[in-house]
């Protein structure tokens, strides 16, 4: 390149600017007022030195979330209000240092998560990071953990490979997994009489290795498997498919599906009067799409579920107060979200130290119990290994009071929920 | 039994009767998208936007003033025209000089903004609606049941459709639109008040979308995101029908429900593809679509 | 514009370089090089809506393939990153030539209906490709090293990103302002006549093609690489229509505007998802809306137009 003509330049602003020839003068300025948006909007601000024990004297819980997307309504403003919470119940402060929230809606888009995540952890001083959903931008910001060495306690995402191919010793992965929530239905619904399977799965990861997971544990149960059919995600109609399934004569209809699928899969299944003679077994479906389709359609449907509203005392007023103030009740995802922030808070204060280490280190020695948990414990791979509960949908008779959905139908002991450790392919449990 | 590549001819019947109710949607939809962009010569991206409106608004109906379907069948199409007519004069009236794409990225993006203030009022996982009491049980068709309510939505699609065709073919109104799309002016000088024909279009096109959301309500997940996903699909079958061509929506619309019906069966991964296949493939062989006229 | 205008050019796009060598000692430089990509791809789309008049609503396609080739071959063939994006590049224009090959006679909304099928067509590919991971994308990606250069410090990769965006849009530059640029400004403004003087408008538009698609894929390579993962959202339509509100918003057919566009999009979207939640999309909505009603330029544009009215209007309207 030739050497820069300073003098000219200068020469040529004054020409320019004396002529006129406001064209020239405007591009310098655009180009000024450009490099300087690009830079100030870009201004991190650098992070304190650790105080204390205590880094940056505050314990700051990031709720990374899709506020705005398919999983909002079982995720979103909700993670925020059961954080909140759990901040709240435990007193506002930890190790008389104060306790601070912040959030991000990272709109799908693994980009924005890890982007934010990476920004909490290197400029913002966030500490710890819950709910997680939406599996790639789950999978994504726990890498960035790994590399920030910050903790990352996932209870939105389902997919198990946080704690097999992608597990890292930061991650926690606190709800359901695929092979959990189909497991335990599968499981359940075999001893139950239902022997015979056909299953309805989304095409997409989530879907196959929920419906391989289920197949296997139904065949060991001593069930059969007599057929699958993969459709699109979001796909718009259902009938086909629910009608493939009908013809196939199974006992049980396993829909490996979640949301809006899972949804239109049952309004079909309804309106076709396949749930009739069929039984439906919703391997992912939250108390919110069963409110969302009414108990006309979804009746006598066998369900998988970490948590339940009304199961007894604590429960009950745990959501009677996030029905409050989020209008609607708790999913799993936030009774877990509300779980994992009052779990870490108790390591921190057990601990005296908000280094992610130690943290780490006591929240897999210490027995979890909450509204959520009962004698949890978090494995070496990252799993958080509770109990999960099989429930059938009341008929509109049964039901008496607003939201009264679920009975109970069984438990099953968390050991046998989740996949075993030996079955793990973690490098961190390797032997 | 017979069977057709290892499936049952009875499921295989079944299958295209299903084929053929999606079938409908898809005509009902792009005969919207049809005739305005043939009026208009605008590319309506929030289409599925007011599909979307036309199943919300029946559940207000139903859940806010106790309005029942049949009811909301009239109602529902008609404020959402309402609501067309008001798009139409505050927005896409400024297009119609500049480049058609500026009228595919406007309404691209009030695409964005109302299914956005829908998901921030009514959330994503869906509204209850069932079939109205007259609707329950099935046909039986001999090779499968049919839900009446199926029954039902085909037979007001295709009324639908033919008797908008014939309007559009046959009548003296028609015959001024066609007249319009072909030359403003003209229509103009003989004393036709053109922009009002516009209007009125547009919100004819944005009521049948309408239309489709209440039809669509009872049998499907009302959520303020079901538009999204259909609406590519449906913008497919108007490029392969040709554009703005009125029987070439309908009966593209009609077929691709059956081959897609036929893909559930066969490949049911790929349901949601073949049409995009489809379309490519006719492409490169009648650049104009199937019904089109190149121009 | 005598010659001291060209001088104040070169002083501005000297401004932007230093601005870019400093930017990561004050900004956040993964931010920064997630605003590069983004802003090396709108320029890339630019050359084909903005110079050549064609509405491509599928690049994201390109985006898409070219991150997921150079991930893949990164990852499991063990490429190093530079042969990696070398490769995604490659696929990306070969794919473009495939796909401009099959579109490139069709025009206005058919081209964009087109694009939009096509670029359907590759995200199931990559939904069904057993290597892709699904939804769950691939991830853990290894940044790898570069003439002894850590990629795995930020700001290592920045430079290096930032080297790949400058030539990116040093080409884009030289090729708008060569003969064969203003063949094409000549097709988007009036084709007949194009045709008439003698051109092969085809042979130009399915260079211009290949050419925005390669670009894009060097924008996808080098994100690849950034952030470590490739997922199904970059292969989404959503993506395609991101790409042309950058452009829109920035101003279509001026140089810098696209840049201008990315960074502020880019940093709307960082901005936005901490502040109003679920208002994202109604917002980036509205910003569609504005533009094409009031700002069809944009902001470069409009910024331009200004000036130049101002310039002339003391001596004469025109």
Redesign the interface.
């Known amino acids: 390149m030739r050497p820069v003509p300073v003098r000219s330049m200068l020469r040529a602003f004054r020409l320019a600017w004396v002529n006129g020839e406001w064209v020239s003068v405007a591009w310098v300025g655009v180009l000024w007022t450009g490099t300087f948006l690009c830079c100030l909007t870009a201004v991190g601000h650098s992070q304190s030195k650790p105080a204390g024990k205590i880094s940056g004297g505050v314990v700051k819980i990031g709720v990374l979330t899709d506020m705005s997307g398919v999983y909002s309504d079982n995720t979103g403003q909700g993670s925020i209000v059961a954080a909140q919470m759990a901040i709240d119940d435990f007193g506002g402060k930890v190790l008389g240092y104060p306790i601070e929230l912040v959030s991000a809606d990272h709109q799908n888009k693994p980009d924005i998560g890890a982007n934010k995540a990476r920004e909490w952890f290197d400029t913002q001083g966030v500490d710890v990071i819950v709910d997680g959903v939406n599996s790639a931008v789950a999978i994504a910001s726990s890498k960035v953990a790994n590399e920030k060495q910050r903790i990352l306690i996932v209870s939105g995402a389902g997919s198990i490979r946080l704690t097999n191919e992608d597990c890292n010793p930061y991650t926690i992965h606190y709800a359901y997994d695929t092979y959990a929530t189909g497991g335990a239905t599968g499981r359940a619904i075999v001893q139950h009489g239902g022997t015979t399977w056909f299953f309805v799965a989304a095409d997409y990861t989530f879907g196959h290795s929920m419906q391989e997971d289920t197949a296997k544990v139904v065949r060991a149960a001593g069930g059969q498997v007599l057929g699958s059919v993969f459709h699109p995600l979001n796909a718009s109609d259902f009938s086909s498919y629910m009608l493939q399934a009908q013809s196939s004569g199974a006992k049980v209809i396993g829909l490996a599906n979640a949301g809006g699928d899972t949804i239109n899969a049952i309004k079909a299944a309804s309106e076709f009067g396949i749930n009739k003679k069929q039984m439906l077994a919703g391997l992912l479906v939250m108390i919110n799409d069963i409110h969302a389709l009414g108990l006309q359609a979804t009746q006598g449907m066998f369900i998988a579920d970490g948590f339940y509203w009304d199961m007894n005392d604590e429960t009950r007023k745990f959501s009677k107060t996030f029905l409050a103030k989020a209008k609607k009740m708790p999913s799993m995802i936030h009774a877990a979200v509300y779980s994992s922030t009052l779990q870490y808070l108790k390591a921190v204060q057990a601990t005296g130290t908000d280094a992610a280490d130690a943290v780490v280190k006591k929240l897999k020695e210490m027995s979890l119990d909450d509204v959520f948990v009962k004698h949890g414990r978090i494995r070496g791979d990252g799993r958080m290994v509770h109990d999960y509960y099989l429930f059938q949908v009341k008929s509109p008779s049964e039901s008496k009071y607003p939201w009264d959905y679920y009975k109970l139908i069984g438990t099953v002991p968390g050991d046998q929920a989740f996949q075993p450790l030996s079955e793990s392919r973690c490098a961190l449990v390797k032997k | 039994m017979t069977q057709i590549f290892g499936v049952p001819t009875v499921a295989l019947y079944a299958q295209l009767v299903l084929g053929l109710v999606n079938g409908c949607f898809y005509a009902i939809l792009s005969l919207g998208l049809a005739l305005i962009f043939g009026m208009l010569n605008i590319t309506n991206f929030a289409h599925g936007a007011f599909y979307m409106m036309g199943a919300v608004f029946s559940w207000i109906a139903l859940a806010h003033f106790g309005i029942g379907y049949w009811w909301a069948l009239l109602l529902a199409p008609l404020l959402v025209a309402v609501l067309g007519i008001v798009v139409e004069r505050t927005l896409l009236q400024w297009l119609y000089k500049v480049d058609s794409l500026y009228g595919l990225l406007l309404t691209f993006g009030l695409a964005l903004v109302i299914e956005g203030l829908f998901r921030y009022r009514y959330g994503v996982s869906g509204l209850p609606y069932s079939p109205p009491e007259s609707f329950q049980g099935a046909l039986n068709l001999g090779f499968m049941f049919l839900p009446k309510y199926r029954a039902w939505v085909v037979l007001v699609s295709l009324v639908t459709c033919f008797s908008t065709w014939f309007v559009i073919e046959w009548t003296p109104l028609g015959a001024y639109l066609r007249a319009a799309t072909e030359n403003p002016k003209l229509v103009q000088a003989f004393g036709i008040n053109v922009p009002v024909m516009i209007t009125l279009t547009y919100a004819a096109g944005i009521g049948l979308a309408g239309l489709a959301g209440v039809l669509a309500a009872p049998a499907t997940q009302i959520s303020p995101l079901m538009g999204t996903n259909l609406i590519i699909v449906v913008f497919a079958v108007v490029v392969i029908g040709g554009m703005g061509s009125i029987l070439g929506s309908i009966s593209t619309g009609l077929g691709l429900g059956l081959i897609e019906g036929l893909t559930k069966v066969y490949y049911p991964q790929a349901s949601d593809t073949v049409v995009f296949l489809i379309m490519a493939l006719v492409l490169l062989v009648r650049p104009a679509g199937l019904f089109g006229k190149e121009r | 514009?005598?010659?001291?205008?060209s001088?104040?050019?070169?002083?501005?796009?000297?401004?932007?370089l230093v601005?870019g060598i400093?930017?990561p000692f004050?900004?956040?430089p993964?931010?920064?090089m997630?605003?590069l990509c983004f802003a090396l791809f709108a320029c890339a789309f630019n050359l084909l809506l903005g110079y050549t008049g064609l509405?491509s609503f599928g690049h994201a396609a390109f985006f898409a393939t070219a991150a997921y080739v150079t991930g893949y071959v990164i990852k499991v063939k063990g490429f190093s990153p530079l042969l990696g994006i070398l490769a995604g590049t490659l696929v990306a224009l070969a794919l473009g030539f495939v796909f401009g090959s099959?579109v490139i006679?069709?025009q206005?909304?058919?081209f964009?209906?087109?694009t939009?099928?096509?670029s359907?067509?590759v995200y199931?590919l990559f939904?069904?490709a057993p290597f892709t991971?699904?939804?769950?994308?691939l991830?853990?990606i290894p940044r790898g090293h570069i003439l002894g250069l850590d990629l795995q410090q930020d700001r290592s990769l920045y430079y290096v990103v930032f080297t790949i965006f400058v030539l990116g849009f040093l080409l884009i530059r030289r090729t708008i302002h060569s003969p064969f640029g203003q063949v094409l400004k000549a097709i988007r403004e009036n084709e007949q006549r194009a045709i008439s003087l003698g051109y092969d408008v085809n042979r130009y538009k399915i260079l211009a093609f290949v050419l925005s698609s390669g670009l894009a894929g060097l924008a996808g390579s080098t994100?690849a690489i950034v952030?470590?993962?490739v997922?199904?959202?970059d292969a989404d339509?959503h993506t395609s229509?991101e790409v042309?509100l950058m452009t829109?918003l920035g101003g279509m057919g001026t140089v810098?505007g696209p840049?201008?566009g990315a960074?502020s999009i880019v940093?709307l979207?960082?901005?936005?998802?901490?502040k109003?939640?679920?208002?994202?999309?109604?917002i980036?909505?509205?910003?569609?809306?504005v533009?094409?009603?009031l700002f069809?330029k944009g902001i470069?544009g409009e910024?331009?137009a200004?000036?130049?009215r101002?310039?002339v209007s003391?001596s004469s309207e025109r």
Not at chain 3, 284 to 289: P, R
């Open positions: 514009m005598g010659k001291h205008a001088t104040l050019r070169i002083a501005g796009y000297l401004l932007l601005a400093v930017a004050i900004g956040y993964v931010f920064l997630k605003a509405l099959l006679r069709r206005g909304i058919y964009a209906m087109i939009l099928a096509l359907q067509l199931f939904l069904e991971g699904g939804e769950d994308g991830q853990a994100k952030f470590t993962f997922t199904l959202t339509w229509g042309v829109l810098l840049i201008v960074v940093t979207e960082n901005k936005l998802a901490d109003v939640g679920s208002f994202v999309t109604v980036m909505g509205a910003i569609f809306i533009c094409v009603l069809r470069v910024a331009m200004f000036f130049r101002r310039a003391p």
